[in-house]
């Protein structure tokens, strides 16, 4: 049975789709609000539960040069007080131990980048808030390597976590999505979400940047509500093209209603 818990007002394994939407980077502070009004909006048409989301720091940039944001103390300020005004949960990614500490005085989930699945310390540190805590799922693990992090929370007393499924190395500059890797995660107890925008990356693809391939991520969130997931996550932008950070893989803002109201009917199909 999978593990169920609640996330403010958010139901996480009762069987119902969540989802964790928002920009791939906090660009600024009026972006931010805007982005999450504007999705609070459409997930209340839709009646359906959302998280916001925004990176205060992409620290895994593939240029020196590229955006990062406005680091960990601005950011989850901005992130809190959305969160605090439009009754949302928010969450963000915690890069060290250091941040995590300061950011849960902000946020509600705290999501462990991919990179970092493995590093102990950080898992340790993120536990210790009593935060709900989101591991990405390295692009280097296999689904069966999850049994081993959940361990390392569950020994530091976090027994609220989950699991985001963002594609597996492929080659060079490509990743690849196993459906499989939903279905063997939450056999292990564990609530699960897809990551439909990270696994359609093209990491470096593109030089001094990452490419992607942002049209074909409904396709693969369709494949994963299909299998069953707690929830997706999903990165949305006014103008993709302009965005500061990951562009080609996220999904424009005028077409996430239509999208969510896709996956809504596919999960309503399958459980009526």
């Known amino acids: 049975m999978v593990n169920s818990f609640k996330i403010q007002n958010v139901e996480v394994g009762g069987g119902t789709p969540f989802f964790i939407l928002g920009p791939c980077g906090l660009e600024n502070e009026e972006f931010a609000w805007d982005m999450a009004r504007s999705l609070k909006k459409i997930c209340e048409r839709l009646d359906l539960s959302f998280i916001f989301k925004a990176s205060y720091d992409k620290a895994n940039r593939t240029s020196v040069d590229s955006f990062r944001g406005p680091g ?110 939903l279905y063997w995660i939450r056999e292990e107890g564990i609530p699960v979400i897809f990551d439909a925008t990270h696994s359609v990356q093209r990491p470096g693809g593109m030089g001094a940047t990452t490419g992607g ?9 369709r494949a994963a509500i299909a299998t069953g997931v707690d929830g997706i996550f999903m990165e949305t932008h006014r103008n993709p093209a302009q965005a500061l950070s990951d562009g080609p893989n996220q999904v424009p803002l005028e077409q996430i209603e239509s999208v969510l109201l896709s996956l809504l009917k596919i999960h309503r199909a399958l459980n009526a």
């Open 213 to 221: 391939d942002g049209e074909l991520a409904p396709v693969l969130a």
């Open 72 to 181: 960990v103390e601005a950011g989850c300020r901005i992130l809190g007080a959305i969160g605090k005004e439009l009754g949302i949960p928010v969450t963000t990614d915690v890069h060290t131990a250091g941040e995590a500490e300061i950011a849960a005085e902000f946020i509600d989930l705290l999501q462990v980048p991919a990179f970092l699945s493995r590093q102990t310390d950080i898992l340790e540190a993120c536990a210790a808030t009593g935060r709900v805590v989101n591991v990405k799922k390295g692009q280097f693990l296999a689904p069966a390597d999850c049994v081993n992090i959940a361990e390392k929370l569950k020994s530091f007393g976090c027994d609220k976590f989950l699991i985001t499924e963002r594609g597996t190395t492929f080659g060079y500059n490509n990743l690849v999505a196993d459906m499989r890797s």
